[in-house]
């Protein structure tokens, strides 16, 4: 334990310590899907992330626009009042953050923290992930999923069949190729949200055997044409982090979300896919498939 980092002092997240951090959010059992070790290391570069210990609990700080500073957690036993001040205390005074917070943090430390003098909680719903009944993205059954039907059906008769493969090394350039169109159409440079998830999306990929993720293709006319990457969060739980497709071919997006969940999926109970950031067209897609339910994220301060 010596050699870890020990609070005040913060290291970036590095692909190293991916056993070390595992093994903490294991026993944690998070439901966000920030909380994997494949999250923080995609998005280390975009927010900044870096990691501490504080006796049992995980100190995660980044950077964004709405806190100067923020802190991911603590992640740890109850009891985390205490730790939670210290962490936004040092944020504030060490950095000269006048407004430091606690970002995505879970309903487990936002009841824990609620009511607690010299603390503020909100929730963000911006934050919220969309969390499906899986069977419900396989089977599409029934008129709330008419339409995705018929988007698929538009790729059956536009491009007649495709194959299905698991992520391979042979893959990801043709995956990146998709990213660099996608971005392109999207102007990603203008961007610093979409530049972050096109290095993301890069690391992910280039990464993907050994951050333990699973990923899959959809190969049309004997070309890559749509990728989507995932891994297990918890016992009844998948979390898809990265999910792309050729936006000239009808119905694509469609067919991959249903076939990465019927051939990898199908065991959980559960998909997790993420939020939505505030951003209208996404909520909307994301409401056309009917989440189950959402996994909820506040946002915790200093009062004063």
């Known amino acids: 334990m010596s050699s870890l980092p020990q609070f005040p ?3 970036p997240v590095e692909l190293s310590d991916k056993p070390v951090i595992d093994g903490i959010l294991r026993e944690y059992r998070p439901s966000t899907s920030e909380l994997t070790f494949a999250n923080l290391f995609i998005w280390r570069k975009h927010f900044d992330f870096q990691w501490s210990l504080h006796r049992d609990w995980f100190f995660i700080t980044g950077r964004e626009d709405v806190c100067p500073r923020f802190a991911v957690g603590p992640v740890g036993p109850p009891g985390r009042a205490g730790a939670a001040r210290l962490l936004l205390g040092w944020l504030r005074e060490d950095t000269g953050d006048s407004q430091p917070c606690i970002e995505r943090a879970d309903e487990r430390l936002a009841l824990e923290l609620s009511g607690e003098p010299g603390l503020m909680v909100e929730e963000t719903r911006e934050h919220f992930d969309y969390v499906y009944l899986t069977r419900n993205l396989i ?10 039907r018929n988007h698929i ?24 190729a998709i990213q660099e169109k996608w971005c392109s159409l999207r102007r990603c440079e203008e961007d610093l949200n979409l530049q972050g998830e096109w290095e993301a999306t890069r ?3 280039v990464n993907h055997r050994s951050l333990e993720v699973a990923g899959a293709v959809m190969i049309v006319a004997s070309e890559v044409k749509a990728f989507t990457l995932g891994e297990r969060l918890g016992d009844d739980m998948a979390v898809i982090h990265i999910e792309k497709a050729d936006p ?16 990898r999926w199908s065991s959980v109970r559960f998909i997790n896919r993420e939020q939505d950031l505030g951003i209208a067209g996404l909520r909307e897609a994301k409401l056309s498939y009917g989440p189950d339910h959402f996994v909820k994220k506040y946002r915790i301060m200093l009062e004063g």
Do not use: M, W
Not at 164 to 172: I, N, P, Q, S
């Open 9 to 11: 002092l913060f290291k």
């Open 139 to 148: 089977d599409l059954a029934g008129n709330r999923y008419r339409t995705k």
């Open 153 to 176: 059906n538009r790729f059956y008769r536009a491009c007649g069949s495709y194959t299905y493969e698991e992520l391979d090394e042979r893959h990801v350039e043709a995956c990146l």
């Open 203 to 205: 690391e992910i990929l």
């Open 248 to 263: 000239g071919i009808p119905g694509l997006y469609q067919l991959v979300n249903q076939q990465f969940c019927a051939r």
